[in-house]
Every structure is written in structure tokens, then in C-alpha cells.
């Protein structure tokens, strides 16, 4: 089993839908979790960190749910420019903090 | 404050040649990751290195790579006697190494074997 694991989508979304999607983790000691955006051909860059009480930022929801061992990133009122991959990382202590990163999912915004 | 610094931003090298990746990493961050990127496929962990210490090598490749991140200086990712299936993006991100910390990526080394 990946330590993290996220569904490659795509996710078809017209202009103006609101679009979630989850990322889940195996090893219960995961320590902190972020996400990330890549668009075509360029470098990662970080979108939001997650808190374990959720976090906003615009548009942007991210939930934690220990219990059950995944993240969740949540798109409102999605724009054309929200098209790109979106990267579940999550940093595990144990193992030096060393980030692991999800195979992404990719979201597509169509007009 | 600079961010992540890779270069070269695109190398071609011919087979058999060998491909030197530099990534200098943000002020204050002393832990390096390197990911490989193939077209149309996701981030490949290959590396993570602490300064003069490698912490996890797990997704380097057996033989031909290797990767050191010296006292001084960027860290370096080697690819020696390169072969057309070594053309990718490879990245390098940074972090203070510290649990809660994010990582920062550079724009990557497009390398290119003909």
C-alpha cells in the first residue's frame, strides 16, 4: 500500500462548480500535512498547509481527519485557472520529517 | 531571499555522458529532496539529504546515481553513463527539516539524453 494515496482524476469541472477530493495516509504517525499545486511543466508550489481544526484560505477548504486517515481539499466557485495538479504531501517525524508526496489528482475547470 | 535554485534549467547530454544536477537551497534550510518527473507522470521521490548526510536514499536507482549535499555549497544530484530513459524533470525542494515545516521547490533541471 503507498503512503499516500490520492485518485488520479481527472475531475471534470464546469466554471463556477465547487470540486472536492481526499487524499489518504497510511502511517498514523503522519505529523503535518499540505497541499500542493503543479501546473503543466513547472515546479510545485505550495497551496495551503492543513490544521488539524481545517483551514480556509479564499476558495480553498482543507480539512484533517486523523480517524480515518485522510485530507481533503475542497474548490469553490472553481475558475478556469484553478486547472493544474493538485499534491497531497505529508511529512512523517519518524522518518526524519521526510515529505511524501501523493501521486496527485488533477482537476480540470471547463468553460 | 532567494528561493530554490536549480541549474542548469535544461541540460542535453549524449548517452553514456555524465549529467550533474545543482540545487542550492533556500537561506535558513538545511534538508534537500530531489524528484524525478517523467512527461505525464507524477513526482518521484529519489532522495533526502541533511547537510554531509544522506537520511533517505530509497528511490535513487542502484547503480549509476548519486547525490551529496557537501558542508559548503549546493547539493549535487550525478547521473553518470546516462541512457534516454534518464530524460525527465528533475526537482530539488528545500525544508528547515523540522516537523511542520513546508518545502520549497526549485523550477527543476529539464535533462535531455540523445
Known amino acids: 500500500r503507498k503512503e499516500v494515496e490520492q485518485d488520479p482524476g481527472p475531475f471534470n469541472v464546469p466554471e463556477g462548480a465547487t470540486v472536492a477530493f481526499n487524499c489518504t495516509y497510511s502511517?498514523?504517525?503522519?505529523?503535518?500535512f499540505f497541499w500542493y499545486r503543479q501546473d503543466c511543466r513547472k515546479e510545485p508550489k505550495l497551496l495551503m498547509s492543513?490544521?488539524?481544526s481545517g483551514n480556509e484560505d479564499g476558495r480553498f477548504t482543507a480539512q484533517l481527519n486523523r480517524a480515518s486517515q485522510y485530507i481533503s481539499l475542497l474548490i469553490r466557485d472553481s475558475k478556469l485557472s484553478d486547472s493544474a495538479t493538485y499534491l497531497c504531501?505529508?511529512?512523517?517525524?519518524?522518518?526524519?520529517?521526510?515529505?511524501?508526496f501523493g501521486g496527485g489528482t488533477r482537476v480540470l475547470v471547463k468553460p | 531571499n532567494a528561493g530554490v535554485m536549480q541549474n542548469p534549467r535544461h541540460l542535453v547530454r549524449r548517452r553514456g555522458q555524465e549529467a550533474r544536477l545543482r540545487c542550492s537551497p533556500m537561506?535558513?534550510?538545511?534538508?534537500v529532496y530531489w524528484y524525478r518527473q517523467l512527461p505525464e507522470e507524477g513526482l518521484k521521490f529519489m532522495v533526502y539529504?541533511?547537510?554531509?548526510?544522506?537520511?533517505?536514499e530509497s528511490g535513487m536507482p542502484k547503480e549509476r546515481f548519486s547525490a551529496e549535499f557537501p558542508k559548503e555549497g549546493p547539493s549535487i544530484l550525478r547521473i553518470q553513463q546516462v541512457v534516454r530513459g534518464d530524460s525527465a524533470a528533475y526537482f530539488c525542494?528545500?525544508?528547515?527539516?523540522?516537523?511542520?515545516?513546508?518545502?520549497?521547490f526549485g523550477q527543476g533541471t529539464r535533462l535531455t539524453v540523445v
Open positions: 525542494a528545500s525544508s528547515q527539516g523540522r516537523g511542520n515545516t513546508e518545502a520549497f
Open positions: 502511517n498514523s504517525a503522519s505529523q503535518s
Open positions: 492543513v490544521y488539524s
Open positions: 504531501v505529508v511529512n512523517i517525524k519518524a522518518a526524519g520529517n521526510k515529505l511524501t
Open positions: 537561506k535558513g534550510h538545511s534538508h
Open positions: 539529504l541533511q547537510k554531509e548526510n544522506i537520511i533517505d
